[in-house]
């Protein structure tokens, strides 16, 4: 079975600083995909990035970029010039490459980052 | 752009009773999820319908089960309620083609009492 663990479970930083996420799983899959989801307090789930496996180039999304390292099985969230918008649970999942319809999102312990002002 | 749409969105219920959870998928997704998460929980699976059949089962108690009707919303039926099962419960969906990204609802905030 995979998992996923995040060993940090709170962080806290600055406005306008930069601060990196960890994230590490546990797989015998070679084709998978990765997720950062943001949980703001509204407790809703936004997607933030996604990663596939099978590319070496690390997604990107303005803000908000990944180092994926796939021998190591690690996967870690980078927020550039932070804001207090970004103060929420933030939860890495994993997904494996399954039958259609099959596929579902395994999630690590969650971190909860704080901005502060 | 649509999202995934629960109802309700906040339910208390006391114990022993039964709660019914309705879910409406994102327009031509044809897969769609159920996850609880519990107080200071990450979200974990119950169970996944692709076509109207069921495709996956995680972690979903025997008291509970679901369905896909034919214009694909989703029902998750929870009966004999206990205080443990008070929770939000995510209905997600996504397109069928394998890690395609899965889309949450808002959730919907059960309270048993």
């Known amino acids: 079975a995979q998992t996923v663990t995040q060993s940090q479970p709170e962080m806290s930083v600055q406005e306008a600083e930069t601060v990196t996420l960890s994230c590490t799983y546990d797989?015998?899959?070679?084709?998978?995909?990765l997720f950062w989801y943001k949980q703001p307090p509204s407790r809703q789930m936004i997607l933030v990035i996604r990663?596939?496996?099978?590319?070496?180039q690390n997604a990107t999304e303005n803000r908000f970029s990944v180092n994926f390292q796939k021998a190591a099985k690690s996967f870690s969230l980078k927020i550039s010039d932070s804001q207090l918008g970004d103060t929420a649970m933030y939860f890495c999942a994993f997904m494996k490459h399954v039958a259609q319809g099959a596929q579902k999102l395994v999630f690590g312990q969650g971190t909860r980052l704080t901005i502060n002002p | 752009a649509a999202g995934v749409i629960q109802s309700p969105r906040h339910l208390i219920k006391e114990k022993r009773e039964t709660a019914t959870l309705k879910c409406y998928p994102i327009p031509r997704h044809d897969t769609v999820y159920w996850y609880q998460q519990g107080p200071g929980q990450d979200p974990q699976f119950l169970i996944s319908?692709?076509?109207?059949?069921?495709?996956d089962k995680g972690s979903i108690p025997d008291r509970f089960s679901a369905q896909q009707f034919s214009d694909y919303h989703s029902e998750l039926n929870m009966s004999s309620l206990e205080l443990g099962d008070s929770a939000l419960y995510f209905c997600?969906?996504?397109?069928?083609?394998?890690?395609?990204?899965?889309?949450f609802g808002e959730g919907s905030w059960l309270t048993v009492v």
């Open positions: 319908f692709y076509e109207k059949m069921q495709s």
């Open positions: 797989t015998s899959e070679n084709n998978y995909y």
């Open positions: 990663q596939e496996a099978y590319k070496q």
């Open positions: 997600a969906s996504s397109p069928v083609q394998s890690g395609n990204t899965i889309y």
